[in-house]
């Protein structure tokens, strides 16, 4: 049974009185309950804080990147052991902006990947279609190529720290969703390629959020989709309002 997980990844949002009232809130409201994962992804500059004020609380802090390398002379950047080091859980790799907006490449993920699980981190990989790749009918072989290159260095033995988030980028911050059932056949595809990469026991394992314009609104829709398990939230995940009902909705 795959335990749902709920994550906001507030992106470059928030000042620091806000995001840290709003990770007070999400630990009030979660309380001890474990019956679904929630998790913020706040900027870099808020994470010490955040995770901090959560900490002894079932939520988990994320980062939205990290750097490949360990150390040295990479000004701007940000390794995964400075993020271990300030209470992150887990980090974002490959998300459609990190992809299409600062042009990160599939090799570049992969290295990623495999220096965050050496890092002590686990992982959220996004992988999803552009709008004009959904429509030449390309969304499988775009997805396939991500997740081939995203695990290429994953062992069997750790694919239990990693979460993929389907997000099709025509979704994410668009205001469109994927319907639930183009959502549910993309996830199973998903799946079916984690048989082949992997075993049936993994794939049966693996958690699959969804991402993309998820509102209070869709979401008990979406997250009845078998094969759904959880969602990756954008703009819903700035408010407790909008979160919380989000989070309600996959126990
Ligand atoms: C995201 O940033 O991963 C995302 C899904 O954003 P939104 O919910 O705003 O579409």
Redesign the pocket.
Known sequence: MRKPTIAG?W?MNLDRATALTLARTLREHVGTRDDVDVAVVPPFVWLAEVAAELEGSPLRVGAQNMCAHTEGAFTGEVSGSMLKGVGCHFVVLG?S?RRHVYHETDAEIDAKVRRALDDGLDVTL?LGETIEERQAGATETVVRRQLTAGLAQVGKDEIARVTL?Y?PVW????GLTATPAQAGEVHQYLRGLAVGLFDDAVAASLRIQY????KPSNAAELMAVDGVDGA?????SLTADDFIPIIDFAR
Do not use: M, P, R, W
């Not at 991402?211 to 998820?214: E, K």
């Not at 990756?232 to 819903?236: F, K, R």
């Open positions: 990844n992106k998300h902006e996004c988030a997000e979704a994410i911050g668009t991402g993309g314009s998820v990756l939230v954008g703009g819903a």
